[in-house]
């Protein structure tokens, strides 16, 4: 038996379920690394080791491995999920992302033929940036159009004749 120093530790049990989705952290590539960590750490708790042993072999401190088996057995493995950072909330809600998202794709501007991020962030009432980080998260370029459109001016043929004509001239001549 090894001679433990401090207080006697509870053996942390966890069940069939709990054990399943702490290995499912561990093993799945899109998980966090911090929340696969944790797990590690949980899982490794369930030995018969000490905090200073689990923390050697993960390289963590030997604080961080008891911190995680008390929140583990306080709130399960909801314990071990990252919760909301502090700071300022958020000011661009998601009916203003939406209203963003639906006005580009239909609806132009008055006079213009597509939206700039300053048209829409006037419009909008929204910075700049803001409309401009909102058409990068989608994908949005209003100012590239993949269909054809014609144009409403009566001389439009002739202006495009006599631009090729004359660009056959200049390169003929060149």
């Given at each position: 038996m090894v001679n433990?120093?401090?207080?006697?530790?509870?053996r942390m049990v966890i069940?069939?379920?709990?054990?399943?989705?702490?290995?499912?952290?561990?093993?799945?590539?899109?998980?966090?690394?911090?929340?696969?960590?944790?797990?590690?750490?949980?899982?490794?708790?369930?030995?018969h080791r000490t905090d200073t042993e689990i923390a050697r072999e993960l390289q963590v401190h030997r604080q961080t491995v008891g911190e995680w088996r008390r929140q583990f057995q306080h709130a399960r493995l909801d314990g071990l999920l990252?919760?909301?950072?502090?700071?300022?909330?958020?000011?661009?809600?998601d009916h203003m992302?939406?209203?963003?998202?639906?006005?580009?794709?239909?609806a132009t501007p008055r006079?213009?033929?597509?939206?700039?991020?300053?048209?829409?962030?006037?419009?909008?009432?929204?910075?700049q940036s803001a409309v401009a980080r909102i058409w990068k998260a989608f994908a949005l370029q209003p100012h590239r159009v993949?269909?054809?459109?014609?144009?409403?001016?009566?001389?439009f043929v002739d202006k495009v004749l006599g631009a090729v004509r004359r660009r056959k001239v200049a390169d003929s001549g060149a």
């Open positions: 433990q120093r401090g207080r006697p530790r509870a069940s069939p379920s709990e054990r399943a989705m702490l290995e499912q952290w561990v093993r799945r590539r899109s998980t966090a690394q911090g929340l696969a960590l944790r797990a590690r750490i949980v899982l490794a708790c369930t030995s990252d919760e909301p950072r502090p700071g300022t909330p958020r000011r661009i809600t992302v939406e209203r963003v998202i639906t006005d580009t794709l239909e006079g213009a033929t597509h939206w700039s991020t300053r048209s829409m962030a006037k419009a909008t009432g929204m910075s993949d269909t054809f459109k014609l144009s409403k001016d009566p001389l």
